[in-house]
């Protein structure tokens, strides 16, 4: 398998309790990977240890063959990985254009500047990418009034600004209709096939998951507990005993 | 030292620890329910101080009439406490955190005048405890005895206030309300009485910290702004809302404070080091320690409340060049027009204007509130003084040099600073104000210490008022233009950036630490260059110019104008620095005059002068359409 | 027993609420239902007077109570459980009871830890243990036991199935229907259909802070236009 992102054995505990153990997996250019587990399984301690926000105990991180562990969070973006956030995190006071020309003249590195105008560069830019979210006509609305369906589209065009290999999206649609949710998810796929792009995500929707993911993984208790194909993980009766229950 | 020299130091330290951790025990109650840094605090304590001198004089100094007189002290300060809450701050719960600063600011302008009237400008010597002033040998040592009570009187008021917190339904809710008083107030409880109570409490604390104080310090004015500072440094190296923090955080730095006064002057290596004089500094230096080893304090939680502003921000809009045009034309005119007097003020006001504009641009659009700009301001003032004075370099060459030299300051400071975020950071930038201030104090021999440096005056073809005047308004208009500016090029955008969130701006490849770090040294070197013109206007400096006082007067033009508009400071630092001209001339009493004044704007206007005259605007434009 | 008359709300600049009316009766569960940002929160904040309203009426028990502070309207008997949990992180499950422990009020049900333990098993176990670690779950049982310790009349119930895995949500459902058999009325927002069929009586839906539709599940169940149109499920 060709993995953009490679996980062995993370590790990583909080004050004695083990948040993480031993977790392994893998992610291919232009797959869905779903990241499933009832609350409090670890999945967000997981997720920040693959872009640098938390440092594992033990394991390796590899992200295109290069162990990532130890780099902080903008290092990791520079080796092309997108995150979206749980709770959106975009800056309210600039408007939704300008968001994203943030993250284009970032990956420039053109924000040095003391005198120049911001906002003149990567206009273009960031209306395509704008154009591709379904956000283009709202671009010079700021972030700070948008609706929170919207918002999780903004921040897919930011993690999209640096042509990204990999995009870590945490929970990324938590807070949506479920028409928004579904549609949001088909348009990450879309645009995952398209560009080869892996995505890792985590979901509480079972109907997002069994419909976008190609492959899902499911976690316990900081513990790997089935991983597969969406059919072979509902038919998993470990999987239905500690997480799905009787109605999925 | 011997053994029972040490010793002794001990005991002075935890004597002095007492007051410490009383104060800042209220302190860190208050900040957590009502998420309010009451600057007031301060005055609470000097309150508590008088009011036991008077108490005692009017009870008799028997130990029942002293020990009366300390606890009804206590328990006035307490309900001097509740007044101000009721009257004022419940007021403006709703308001912008920072406006409610504001609001203590003024409270503190008006405490320190009813003192004033009350009791005098002299200090007042208290007496000695009842029964207790005799001494005790310690080895050898004679130690008194009212020392060996305060330190009892630190753990059991400790022990009280655990037992309150943990044990009590009250305690319960002060706890669950520091983390969310709304949904606290959802599930039927009554803020406003658990805020009144709070208040009260913490009042009593600080009150009672003074009363405490009467037999071993004289009351006094200054005392206000002093003791709020060393609460402060308590409350964040023991880390916000964390009670046992702030009596670990008392003890150490009474004890440090102690040793220094105690091992005096000592000879290393054939250098001479006075420890007496770090006195002043030592507890800033160990909360820098702290604050850059552990960021939330020695007992604090990295959850703990920690941001001044919580309200996402608006957009930012730039001013338009034609009023910016109009305005710089009526300037340049006033001068044709009007008296050497206004010409001298407006020279003041163009001066404190950049101060202003430099203090808004770190703590609005970058998100960094600073209680210490005035170390940037006072030190390029010393820097232009100094250049000029001892170093003798032209007076051109001193007043462009000195913002390099504020400037240079700002990076070692704004190197530590930009760690932090939030109140802590806000308290760090006080710490190294404080230290500033300090050094140039105590260092008589270059800096004239509180007398500061004479005869700094312009060159020759710029002494005119008039003349200079075009200087000033050369200098600190081309600051402002420049701050201006920058706010809207990338590297503004950055900023205003990161203070909407830090976390994504990480995400997509910010150093966000850098850009804080610039963005200090340019503002810490303009605000220098506000500094240095204001020195050669006034032909001397002083101490005074790097104060806490000064610091606060930039946050009351800043707030005063309204944090959100860009002009708003301007205004602010133009009505301010005029008003209390007018006042000053006709009132001894001119700080309670113009704490009344900002109480009545914060009350009316909560979005500060211009975002209050703006939205009255817009009410009116809605009204006609 | 409660009863919502022309609610008008702001978010800021943002007429989020424009004229919604609703009514829950004694022993009734209501659901509320519309997509994200259609209002429903801002509904049940509005009710509780955390969201101040612009205009209209808000009856409880025959009292108008939209001028009234949030505190005067929860000791009248209506509980608040928010979206988001906001369990007091720092204090223990017992600690966070207590908060929301009130006075008692007439003849009413009062509801004990105990009870609560039996109605939430979960929690029995934990008494000691700090708010900020108990699983998402866990946190959202804590929030409902703990506006239970008010004694209320009726609650209003902001999302409770968002976030939880499906096996959790199985168990909210049935509380639910413990609370309904106790007499006590629920106004719940969901987005959640499934879960609002397994607990409502009736359902309101509301698009663009406007109440579109009223009636029992079983009318909202057949008509298939009207979930498309509105909940797009």
């Not at chain 2, 912008?96 to 203590?104: C, D, K, M, W, Y």
């Not at chain 2, 104090?441 to 700094?456: A, C, E, R």
């Not at chain 2, 994504?504 to 490849?509: F, L, M, N, Q, V």
Request: aromatic share 8%; net charge positive; hydrophobic share 50%.
């Amino acid at each position: 398998m060709n993995a953009v992102l490679q996980v062995e054995g993370l590790h990583k505990a909080f004050g004695g309790v083990q948040a993480v153990a031993d977790v392994s997996f893998a992610v291919a250019a232009g797959e869905m990977l779903a990241l499933i587990g009832p609350n409090g399984a670890g999945k967000s301690t997981c997720f920040n240890m693959l872009n640098g926000q938390l440092a594992p105990d033990a394991g390796i991180v590899r992200l295109a063959g290069r162990d990532i562990v130890g780099l902080r969070p903008r290092a990791v973006w520079r080796l092309g990985v997108g995150r979206t956030f749980q709770i959106t995190a975009t800056f309210v006071s600039l408007s939704v254009r300008e968001n994203v020309q943030m993250a284009l003249y970032s990956h420039a590195g053109r924000l040095r500047s003391l005198l120049q105008r911001f906002g003149a560069a990567f206009r273009a830019e960031a209306d395509a990418l704008l154009a591709q979210v379904g956000m283009l006509d709202q671009a010079e609305r700021p972030c700070g009034v948008l609706a929170y369906g919207d918002l999780k589209r903004v921040e897919l065009a930011m993690a999209l600004a640096n042509a990204p290999r990999l995009l870590l999206m945490d929970e990324p649609t938590a807070g949506m209709a479920p028409r928004e949710r579904v549609e949001l998810m088909e348009l990450t796929a879309g645009l995952a096939r398209a560009r080869n792009i892996a995505v890792l995500f985590t979901e509480h929707d079972m109907d997002v998951v069994f419909s976008q993911a190609d492959r899902i993984i499911v976690l316990d208790r900081g513990e790997l507990i089935a991983g597969g194909t969406p059919a072979e993980v509902r038919a998993n009766p470990k999987v239905r005993a500690v997480y799905l229950g009787s109605t999925h | 030292m011997t053994f029972a020299s040490i010793l002794i130091q001990l005991l002075n330290g935890l004597a002095a620890a007492a007051s410490l951790f009383l104060v800042s025990a209220g302190l860190s109650l208050i900040f957590g329910v009502t998420r309010i840094v009451n600057f007031a605090h301060g005055s609470l304590y000097m309150l508590g101080l008088y009011g036991a001198y008077t108490l005692i004089q009017a009870l008799g100094r028997t130990p029942l009439g002293f020990w009366s007189a300390v606890v009804l002290a206590a328990l006035l300060v307490g309900i001097a406490g509740v007044l101000i809450e009721v009257l004022v701050l419940r007021r403006i719960y709703r308001a912008p955190e920072l406006f409610q600063l504001l609001a203590t600011f003024a409270v503190v302008l008006v405490i320190k005048d009813i003192a004033l009237f009350t009791w005098g400008a002299e200090d007042l010597v208290g007496p000695r405890a009842p029964g207790l002033s005799m001494a005790v040998e310690i080895l050898g040592k004679r130690i008194p005895a009212y020392d060996l009570l305060l330190i009892a009187i630190g753990p059991v008021v400790l022990g009280v206030l655990w037992l309150l917190l943990t044990r009590t339904r009250w305690g319960a809710l002060v706890r669950a309300a520091t983390q969310d008083r709304e949904m606290v107030g959802a599930l039927g409880v009554d803020q406003a009485r658990l805020f009144t109570s709070v208040f009260f409490v913490g009042s009593v604390l600080a009150g009672l910290g003074g009363a405490l104080q009467i037999p071993r310090e004289p009351a006094n004015l200054d005392l206000d702004l002093a003791v709020i500072a060393d609460a402060f440094v308590i409350t964040v190296v023991g880390g916000l809302g964390s009670i046992g923090g702030a009596f670990l955080a008392a003890i150490i730095i009474g004890v440090a404070k102690a040793f220094c006064i105690g091992i005096g002057t000592v000879s290393w290596f054939g250098f001479e080091i006075s420890f007496s004089k770090l006195t002043l500094v030592v507890e800033f230096l160990i909360m820098a320690l702290v604050l850059v080893a552990r960021p939330y304090g020695l007992l604090g939680k990295p959850q703990a409340l920690q941001r001044l502003t919580t309200d996402p921000a608006p957009p930012l809009t730039a001013p338009s060049w034609k009023i910016a045009l109009v305005w710089v034309v009526l300037l340049l005119g006033v001068p044709l027009l009007a008296d050497r007097y206004i010409t001298i003020m407006l020279t003041d006001i163009v001066c404190f204007a950049l101060f202003a504009v430099s203090l808004h641009f770190i703590m609005g659009p970058a998100g960094m509130v600073s209680f210490g700009h005035a170390a940037y301001f006072g030190l390029g003032a010393y820097a232009a003084g100094l250049l000029f004075k001892r170093a003798g370099l032209p007076m051109e060459a001193a007043l462009l040099l000195a913002p390099l030299c504020a400037g240079a300051f700002a990076v070692v400071y704004g190197w530590f600073c930009v760690r932090l975020s939030g109140v802590y950071l806000a308290m760090l930038t006080l710490a190294f104000a404080q230290i500033s201030w300090s050094v140039v104090f105590q260092w008589d021999s270059l800096t004239g210490g509180s007398n500061g440096v004479f005869g700094i005056w312009p060159s020759a073809w710029l002494a005119d008022k008039t003349t200079y005047y075009y200087l000033a308004l050369a200098c600190c208009g081309a600051g402002i233009a420049i701050l201006w500016r920058v706010l809207f090029s990338p590297f503004g955008a950055v900023l205003r950036a990161g203070r909407d969130s830090p976390l994504r701006a990480e995400a997509i490849g910010i150093d966000l630490r850098g850009f804080q770090w610039a963005a200090f040294v340019l503002v810490g070197a303009l605000a220098g260059l506000a500094g240095s013109v204001y020195a050669f206007s006034k032909g001397s400096i002083s101490p005074s110019t790097i104060s806490i006082g000064q610091s606060t007067d930039g946050l009351i033009m800043v707030l005063l104008g309204g944090v959100e508009t860009l002009t708003g400071p301007v205004v602010g630092a133009a009505v301010y620095t005029w008003v209390r001209d007018a006042v000053a001339r006709h009132t001894e009493f001119w700080r309670a005059v113009m704490g009344g004044i900002i109480l009545l704007i914060v009350l009316l206007f909560p979005q500060g002068l211009v975002g209050g005259l703006k939205a009255l605007f817009l009410r009116w434009k809605e009204q006609r359409a | 027993m409660l009863s919502i008359k022309g609610l008008h709300a702001f978010y800021g600049r943002a007429h989020i609420l424009q004229g919604v009316s609703l009514e829950a009766h004694a022993g009734e569960v209501v659901a509320l239902l519309g997509r994200n940002g259609a209002g429903k929160s801002t509904a049940l904040k509005a009710i509780m007077g955390l969201v101040p309203p612009a205009q209209g009426e808000v009856s409880f028990d025959g009292r108008r109570i939209e001028r009234l502070p949030p505190y005067r309207i929860a000791r009248l008997g209506l509980g608040y459980v928010p979206e988001e949990r906001r369990i007091f992180t720092d204090l223990t499950v017992m600690e966070n009871l207590e908060v929301g422990r009130q006075a008692k009020r007439g003849a009413a049900s009062a509801w004990t830890e105990d009870r609560l333990f039996a109605l939430f098993p979960n929690l029995a176990g934990m008494r000691d243990r700090p708010g900020g670690r108990m699983s998402g779950g866990e946190q959202q049982m804590l929030t409902i036991a703990r506006t239970l310790m008010g004694n209320p009349r009726c609650v209003l119930l902001d999302e409770p199935s968002e976030g939880l895995a499906p096996i959790i949500v199985e168990q909210m459902a049935h509380s639910i229907r413990t609370l309904k058999g106790e007499g006590l009325s629920v106004l719940l927002c969901e987005q959640n259909l499934h879960f609002s069929q397994a607990v409502a009586d009736r359902a309101y839906i509301i698009e663009k802070g406007q109440i579109r539709f009223g009636g029992t599940m079983a009318e909202l169940a057949a008509d298939s236009s009207l979930r498309e149109q509105y909940l797009s499920v």
